[in-house]
T-cell receptor, first 113, second 111 residues
Framework: SQQGEEDPQALSIQEGENATMNCSYK?????LQWYRQNSGRGLVHLIL?????REKHSGRLRVTLDTSKKSSSLLITASRAADTASYFC?????????????FGKGTLLTVNP | DVKVTQSSRYLVKRTGEKVFLECVQD?????MFWYRQDPGLGLRLIYF???????EKGDIPEGYSVSREKKERFSLILESASTNQTSMYLC??????????FGSGTRLTVV
């Protein structure tokens, strides 16, 4: 399995601080994605970074990808209480005609007001 | 706004019942997926479909089947519900090599 693994499992910060979450994976990928899940709800797609990209930005989000280390990081800048959620990385397989993501177990981020 | 709709947010069923979980998307996506989510285990893929009437087993298909008769609808069937199938079930859809759009989830309890 090429399951991504997030680190840390839980992170607690104060509002206004930056939050960094990491993801490691095992095999070659086509792309890596980050999702957010508010408690008891479905996942929401945040950002996708392709294997030939090194960095991508979307609003307060910054994602990096290092394919040589098989790792990615998600940075949320100037965090808000509303950012409190679980964050998952997911890897899309390299090669093949079918497409399915494999998800990690997530990082629980708590942003304290 | 694009949408994936799961028919029930909460469901309680008895052991041995046949259970249908319905998922409908309005985005003309080829791919549709069923995952279950359990504490400490993350999301695990049950089945997926990349075209009408096509299906492939995911990582944990035992005890489940699926149906995709129309492009927009992907149904998950628990043939004979058991207590170990108590879980949060998440449906998603996507275009090829694109991000997933998830439904809100169905929390199923089997008693």
């Amino acid at each position: 399995s090429q399951q991504g693994e997030e680190d840390p499992q839980a992170l607690s910060i104060q509002e206004g601080e930056n939050a960094t979450m990491n993801c490691s994976y095992k095999t070659s990928i086509n792309n890596l994605q980050w999702y957010r899940q508010n408690s008891g709800r479905g996942l929401v797609h945040l950002i996708l970074i392709r294997s030939n990209e090194r960095e991508k930005h979307s609003g307060r989000l910054r994602v990096t990808l290092d394919t040589s280390k098989k790792s990615s990081s998600l940075l949320i800048t100037a965090s808000r209480a509303a950012d409190t959620a679980s964050y998952f990385c997911a890897t899309g397989p390299g090669g093949g005609s079918n497409y399915k993501l494999t998800f990690g177990k997530g990082t629980l981020l708590t942003v304290n007001p | 706004d694009v949408k994936v709709t799961q028919s029930s947010r909460y469901l309680v069923k008895r052991t041995g019942e046949k259970v249908f979980l319905e998922c409908v998307q309005d985005m003309d996506h080829e791919n549709m997926f069923w995952y279950r989510q359990d504490p400490g285990l993350g999301l695990r893929l049950i089945y997926f479909s990349y075209d009408v009437k096509m299906k492939e087993k995911g990582d944990i298909p035992e005890g489940y089947s699926v149906s995709r008769e129309k492009k927009e609808r992907f149904s998950l069937i628990l043939e004979s519900a058991s207590t170990n199938q108590t879980s949060m079930y998440l449906c998603a859809s996507s275009l090829l090599f694109d991000g997933y759009t998830f439904g809100s989830g169905t929390r199923l309890t089997v008693v």
